[in-house]
């Protein structure tokens, strides 16, 4: 054998699988052999994540209610209040005073309010002293509906009413603790701490000397 053709035989040896030039290389293509994606999640698994979803659902209902529970009005505190607090009556805390964080069953009664005022009508200021949780009333005056019943909020709500006749709160819907409220008249300048039961009412007589 030639020197030319040992030459041969080992280019041949040194590249046996060589490809052609022109010949491209196959890649399969992995994505359509590949199967859908499948959830493989254990039910250990999918009862955590249950159980995160129902977890951070109550956060949001809780923090929704502590929202809507969550008033600024502070607590008064002094001797105005402490009076007021033994007499259900004051003529020097302002329209809207909050007396106390939580109701104390209080049930007050009737009142015959006498004024000079000329006026054939004058405001009338209905508020919360205590919690806000839920207590509702309704308002009549001489026996006719001032309206359907409402929540009853440490803010206070006004209504026009007249300086002569019956002034009536029924008690609509305790929302624990009994049903207190308060009443300040225009007319005299006084504010009146009351308290009822659910169904109960209490009857303001306004009365001109």
């Not at 699988?17 to 359509?32: F, H, L, T």
């Not at 607590?75 to 809207?96: C, F, H, W, Y």
């Not at 803010?155 to 009536?168: A, L, R, S, W």
Request: net charge negative; aromatic share 8%; charged share 25%.
């Amino acid at each position: 054998m030639d020197n030319n053709e040992i030459k041969h035989v080992q280019d041949d040896e040194r590249h046996p699988y060589q490809a052609p030039a022109n010949n491209m290389e196959y890649i399969p293509d992995i994505q359509k052999e590949m199967s859908p994606h499948r959830d493989n999640a254990s039910p250990f698994t999918k009862r955590i994540k249950k159980g995160a979803g129902i977890l951070l659902l109550a956060s949001v209902i809780a923090l929704a209610i502590g929202m809507m529970c969550h008033t600024g009005t502070s607590v008064k505190a002094g001797n105005d209040a402490q009076t007021a607090m033994e007499t259900r009556i004051s003529t020097t805390l302002p329209v809207g005073a909050r007396l106390m964080s939580k109701d104390d069953h209080y049930v007050g009664g009737d009142m015959t309010i006498t004024h000079t005022s000329p006026a054939k009508k004058a405001k009338m200021y209905i508020w919360d002293y205590a919690a806000e949780d839920g207590d509702y009333v309704q308002v009549y005056v001489d026996g006719k509906p001032l309206g359907e019943p409402f929540m009853i909020k440490n803010k206070p709500v006004v209504f026009d009413v007249p300086t002569v006749g019956e002034i009536k709160v029924v008690g609509t819907r305790d929302g624990g603790g009994g049903i207190t409220y308060a009443v300040r008249y225009e007319l005299n300048q006084t504010t009146y701490f009351n308290g009822m039961d659910q169904g109960g009412n209490n009857v303001y007589t306004l009365v001109r000397e």
